[in-house]
């Protein structure tokens, strides 16, 4: 079946620096969505990606989708303390309504 | 709008006992899907449905039956609970399968011990 993988899987950094994530899916995907669940809390959709090689922007996030449609990234600049928490990735696999959801990344912020 | 409300907050459990977790949705929403997020992990798809009166199976449906009689209500019935089912459960909606994000609820933490 579709997997979905993260990485990395824990990642801290000084508040300020800034932080990565990656999504790699091993089946061509129809689109990507991004969620952030801060601890404790449930998952909040952030954005959606659906064309090959888009990229979007909200605030100190971008979010890209690889030309292959097989993977993604989200990058925070300058990290603030509000971004603590984990960010999943989830995709389709075209026709399918079932959205299979990455691994996480949990990210820390060191004040 | 309240969104996704799901019931109870929190659960214990005695192993072999039965329970129904409850999910609601004022949003009109055709889809609707439960997961379970075990501590440290992503999110494993129970069971989803497409409408009222159609369920089907996720990853990981084993132990678990859901229903759907109404677009509103997606209950997950646990029977003979088992200490693996401990978790955290999710219940979410969206407006259309494909393309459409995931509204969650805030979540059932279930613990059978």
């Known amino acids: 079946g579709q997997q979905v993988m993260q990485i990395p899987q824990y990642q801290h950094v000084q508040e300020g620096e800034d932080f990565t994530t990656y999504c790699n899916s091993s089946?061509?995907?129809?689109?990507i969505q991004w969620y952030k669940q801060r601890p404790g809390g449930h998952p909040v959709f952030l954005i959606q990606?659906?064309?090959?090689?888009e990229v979007k922007k909200q605030k100190r996030l971008t979010f890209q989708f690889g030309e292959a449609k097989k993977n993604s990234s989200l990058h925070i600049t300058a990290t603030q303390t509000t971004d603590v928490g984990t960010y999943f990735c989830?995709?389709?696999?075209?026709?399918?309504?079932?959205?299979?959801f990455g691994t996480g990344t949990r990210l820390t912020i060191i004040p | 709008n309240a969104g996704v409300t799901q019931t109870p907050k929190f659960r214990i459990l005695k192993i072999g006992q039965s329970m129904t977790l409850q999910c609601t949705q004022d949003?009109?929403?055709?889809?609707m899907y439960w997961y379970r997020q075990d501590p440290g992990m992503g999110l494993k798809l129970i069971y989803y449905?497409?409408?009222?009166?159609?369920?089907d199976k996720g990853e990981v449906p084993n132990g678990y039956n859901v229903s759907r009689s109404t677009t509103e209500d997606f209950p997950l019935r646990l029977e003979l609970a088992a200490p693996s089912q401990t978790s955290v459960y999710f219940c979410?909606?969206?407006?259309?399968?494909?393309?459409?994000?995931?509204?969650f609820g805030n979540g059932t933490r279930l613990t059978v011990t």
């Open positions: 449905s497409v409408g009222a009166g159609i369920t």
């Open positions: 990606l659906v064309k090959s090689g």
């Open positions: 089946t061509t995907l129809s689109n």
């Open positions: 949003m009109n929403h055709n889809y």
């Open positions: 979410a909606s969206s407006r259309t399968g494909l393309n459409s994000p995931l509204h």
């Open positions: 989830a995709g389709n696999n075209f026709g399918n309504e079932k959205l299979t």
